[in-house]
């Protein structure tokens, strides 16, 4: 099971931390990925991260603002989202993957930027 | 970046009859390991997505067999025997082959 928490409303130019809490299964086998949804629209991927934290990977359009992190010891993971415009307005989902299939998804946590 | 183009983007089936989405990338996703990274989803309404098949042809755990994926390189089907009323929702095909993750735009499927 992923549950993410951490969404709300900003205003632009804002900060948010998202986090999701994983159980069911053992946390540090798994990348984690965050994959948006703008409202109506479909899905985007954000970014991954490797079991240990050691690789990860980020949508160019993003780069620079959102960085992934993920704590083992607390099988979480995290979205630090900086300066944040309208256009980041989505459901962001936190899922797994492994070797390359993302299997289980989170139900999500609605980031809304607005002033 | 990869461009997953789905077809059709509209689906309307009345119960019991067949349907069939396709989905062809700008890219093969055939690795040198055989494997098709091309993964198909649906999202119920209200939901996340949910995963119905994976490396191009295999059902995911508890996924009905009315369900079946095919193809491999560029171009991609899922097909469904026998649609329900809660076969509802939006398909989306995606490859984890290349960097970005990319999504096809997703179907519609409604039902008549």
């Known amino acids: 099971q992923l549950v993410e928490s951490g969404g709300g409303l900003v205003q632009p130019g804002g900060s948010l931390r998202l986090s999701c809490a994983a159980s069911g299964f053992t946390f540090s086998n798994y990348w984690m990925d965050w994959v948006r949804q703008a409202p109506g629209r479909g899905l985007e991927w954000v970014a991954n991260?490797?079991?240990?934290?050691?690789?990860?990977t980020y949508v160019d359009s993003l780069k620079g603002r959102f960085t992934i992190s993920r704590d083992n010891a607390k099988n979480s993971v995290y979205l630090q989202m900086n300066s944040l415009r309208a256009e980041d307005t989505a459901v962001y989902y936190c899922?797994?993957?492994?070797?390359?299939?993302?299997?289980?998804w989170g139900k999500g946590t609605t980031v809304t930027v607005s002033s | 970046d990869i461009v997953m183009i789905q077809s059709p983007l509209s689906l309307p089936v009345t119960p019991g009859e067949p349907a069939s989405i396709s989905c062809r990338s700008s890219q093969s996703l055939l690795q040198s390991d055989g494997k098709n990274y091309f993964h198909w989803y649906l999202q119920k309404p209200g939901q996340s997505p949910q995963l119905l098949i994976y490396l191009g042809s295999n059902r995911a755990s508890g996924v009905p067999d009315r369900f079946s994926g095919s193809g491999s390189g560029t171009d991609f089907t899922l097909k469904i025997s026998r649609v329900e009323a809660e076969d509802v929702g939006l398909y989306y095909c995606?490859?984890?082959?290349?960097?970005?993750?990319?999504f096809g735009q997703g179907t519609r499927l409604e039902i008549k």
């Open positions: 899922a797994r993957g492994l070797s390359g299939i993302i299997d289980v």
């Open positions: 991260i490797k079991q240990d934290g050691s690789e990860k």
């Open positions: 995606m490859q984890t082959l290349h960097t970005p993750v990319t």
